[in-house]
């Protein structure tokens, strides 16, 4: 009976958003609030060539950004986790800090880079004389260059498990038998990592396709429209043409769907490229020779791009009244009135404690959820299909689209609940129960039901099998699940945007506000500050997923 009762909660969680984005995209609403059928929304989104350029956009954006992410961060994992190469800390220090950023923090950093006022124009127009630029960044080739740096971290933290536990002996044969290092790159180590590297391309696509932060900050000042901005446009004028964002939305999640089924169909066939049996695996690093200082210039170029510059062009433009370009004599201006402000002012220290509620709030209620679906899934209990699917729905759910979503739903509501920080808080936790399932479900099969077992048969019932014997084991999963749902939540944009009201507003919202208007120094003082702070749980992600991985590789 609980099961089910558990099961019709997260239907009540995920369902509504579906429906009523259904609902408003074959709605239409009369000034005096009736409501009749129609097909006109989806009449005028497919009549407009705006939405093919869109869609154009937003295909070409993603494929190319996934190729550059994919690039750098799984280059940089494969040579850490296999070779020989040195800094290896300091891809991992690279990653850890680029966890606590947030997003809207690092494209505004690289738009300035990248900007005319930046030093790669300024550089180049000195040596050249030219008034010109070298690259214009508020164009789609500018928004892949920034998006596919964003991802870089991601593709290496996933794709490093996976060369991780990649057995080392297929590559040592490849070189005893006479292969170079590319050659054994290449008829190696790549095939064996097929399916991870084909999974993390089509799971960035589909990040790349619901991105907010770049095609809103970089693409529209450039009038480079995508689908996630069309929608976000759309809900933004007056008045809001909600059941044709509706339409965007319910186009976009069919799109969705299917690249996630795809993703599903390949995750089957995984097991055929396993390399760990029972003879005597060891992951030892492959000797790259006098290569290795070669191919540590790899992991500098992401450290580079990465971090450095970045980091580099945010504390500039947070010791600059105004935005101008990197030069000797404009340190005269220098200044840290950006920092006197953020840290002295009641408005951000109230962003602050609302950021860190809302997400230790929403992490916390989505793995206790997830914990329970995670081993009724795992243990294959009546009802625990039904639990697994439902809790996946939200993964065909873009940011911008389930705030769609959700702002129609809270407006149905007979309790205020639409700009309150609970609203924020829900979509939260619909938003990353995927994301926690994926932890406990894994920490789950790692231990034999054996133990709960052995538990029952001593008179163990319920909720203390549970309590004392599978929660401790699985500490380190839900630690780490709800340590990287804490980060995700604290500089998540494009989901709180159409959600949040004036007392709750979180801090990456307010950095758009303040982008919107200027104020880039107190955007970028603000954001070092929220990174430092944030970088301290990325340490500590770090280490419980280092330790985690250590219990079960032995390395």
């Known amino acids: ?38 097909l006109n929304n989806y009449g005028v989104l497919l009549s407009e060539g705006r939405f093919f350029m869109s869609a154009f956009n937003s295909i070409a954006f993603s494929v190319a950004s996934t190729l550059v992410s994919l690039f750098l961060g799984g280059a940089v994992a494969w040579m850490v986790e296999r070779t020989d190469v040195p800094f290896k800390r300091l891809a991992w220090f690279t990653t850890i800090v680029s966890l606590g950023t947030p997003f809207i923090l690092y494209v505004t950093a690289w738009s300035y880079i990248l900007g005319r006022a930046g030093p790669l124009n300024d550089i180049y127009r000195f040596i050249t004389g030219s008034r010109e630029t070298l690259f214009e960044v508020n164009t789609l080739s500018g928004m892949i260059v920034v998006e596919g740096f964003i991802w870089a971290p991601l593709a290496f933290l996933l794709l490093s498990a996976t060369f991780r536990a990649a057995n080392a ?31 993390f391309s089509l799971f960035a696509f589909i990040l790349n396709l619901e991105a907010f932060e770049v095609p809103a900050l970089i693409g529209m000042p450039g009038r480079v429209n995508v689908l996630t901005t069309d929608v976000y446009q759309a ?38 490229f396993a390399t760990i049996t029972g003879k005597g695996y060891r992951p030892r690093p492959l000797a790259l020779g006098r290569a290795r200082w070669g191919f540590s210039a790899i992991i500098l170029l992401n ?14 433009m947070s010791v600059m009244p105004y935005v101008q370009p990197m030069r000797l004599q404009a340190l005269n201006f220098a200044t840290l009135q950006n920092f006197g402000t953020v840290l002295t002012s009641r408005y951000y220290l109230s962003l602050v404690a609302t950021t860190l509620i809302v997400a230790a709030i929403s992490a916390t ?50 309790f205020p609940l639409y700009g309150t920080m609970w609203l924020i808080i829900l979509a939260f936790i619909i938003h990353y129960m995927p994301f926690g399932m994926r932890y406990t479900y894994a920490g789950v099969l790692q231990i034999h039901p054996e133990l709960e077992q ?68 107190e955007v970028a003082a603000l954001g070092l500050l929220w990174a430092l702070m944030m970088t301290l749980f990325g340490v500590a992600f770090f280490v419980i997923s280092r330790r985690q991985s250590s219990m079960t590789f032995g390395v």
């Open 169 to 199: 002996e297929m590559e040592e044969a490849a070189r005893m038998s006479g292969a170079t290092v590319i050659q054994t790159i290449m008829r190696i180590s790549l095939p064996l990592a097929f399916p991870a590297i084909l999974a």
């Open 1 to 38: 009976m609980l099961v089910w009762l558990f099961i019709a909660l997260i239907a009540l969680l995920v369902l509504p958003p579906v429906w009523t984005l259904l609902r408003s995209s074959f709605s239409e609403r009369l000034p005096d609030g009736t409501e009749f059928f129609t």
């Open 235 to 272: 809900v933004k004028e007056i008045p809001p043409r909600v059941g044709f964002a509706s339409a965007f939305s319910v186009v976009m999640l069919i799109i969705i769907s299917a690249l996630l089924y795809f993703y599903g169909r390949m995750s089957r066939y995984a097991e055929r």
């Open 454 to 521: 052995a538990a029952r048969v001593s008179g163990g019932r319920g909720w203390p099998v549970l309590w004392r014997i599978l929660i401790p084991l699985l500490a380190p999963a839900l630690a780490s699940g709800w340590l990287f749902i804490f980060l995700l939540a604290s500089k998540e944009m494009s989901l709180p945007l159409l959600l949040t009201g004036p007392s709750s507003q979180t801090i990456s919202v307010a950095m758009f506000d303040l982008w919107g208007n200027g104020q880039i120094g």
């Open 365 to 414: 209620v989505t793995m206790l959820v997830t914990l329970l679906a995670g081993w009724l899934a795992a243990r294959r209990a009546p009802g625990g299909q039904v639990v697994d699917q439902l809790v996946v729905v939200p993964l065909i759910f873009p940011g911008v689209v389930l705030g769609v979503a959700l702002l129609e739903v809270a407006l149905r509501l007979p």
């Open 303 to 316: 450290f580079a791009v990465t971090l450095l510059l970045p980091l580099i062009a945010m504390i500039w």
